[in-house]
């Protein structure tokens, strides 16, 4: 059974960082993309960020550009959120998706969103 779970969330000061981990199991994390969403209050849910299975090919959303860093390690079978200067607009709950058990090692389409996807983990940005 494909599992994501989501840690790492906060409260965070404007300005500040954190870092998200998305613990995937019950499939093998090396052969698939993942992909990072946020929805916030009022607001449709947006794509943040993909990462690649097969060379680690990186995507953003343009806001994020430059601030956050997606990364892997596949050995930990966990997916990491890297996000520094945080912004009050960063603030939402942030999820993380694959499309396991459908094979899928690109990131093609991931503003689409994956089909499996973990319960998410709130990120408050405030003074």
């Known amino acids: 059974q494909v599992q994501l779970v989501e840690s790492g969330g906060g409260l965070v000061q404007p300005g500040g960082s954190l870092t998200l981990s998305c613990a995937t199991s019950?499939?093998?994390?090396?052969?698939?993309?993942v992909s990072w969403f946020r929805r916030a209050p009022g607001k449709e849910r947006e794509g943040v960020s993909c990462?690649?299975?097969?060379?680690?090919?990186?995507y953003y959303e343009n806001s994020v550009k430059g601030r956050f860093t997606v990364s892997r390690d596949n050995r930990k079978n966990t997916v990491y959120l890297q996000m520094n200067s945080l912004k009050p607009e960063d603030a939402a709950i942030y999820y993380c998706?694959?499309?396991?058990?459908?094979?899928?090692?690109?990131?093609?389409?991931?503003?689409?969103?994956?089909?499996?996807w973990g319960q998410g983990t709130q990120v408050t940005v405030s003074s």
């Open positions: 998706t694959t499309d396991a058990p459908n094979w899928k090692p690109a990131c093609s389409g991931w503003l689409n969103g994956f089909t499996s």
């Open positions: 019950g499939f093998t994390l090396e052969y698939y993309a």
């Open positions: 990462i690649s299975a097969n060379d680690g090919t990186t």
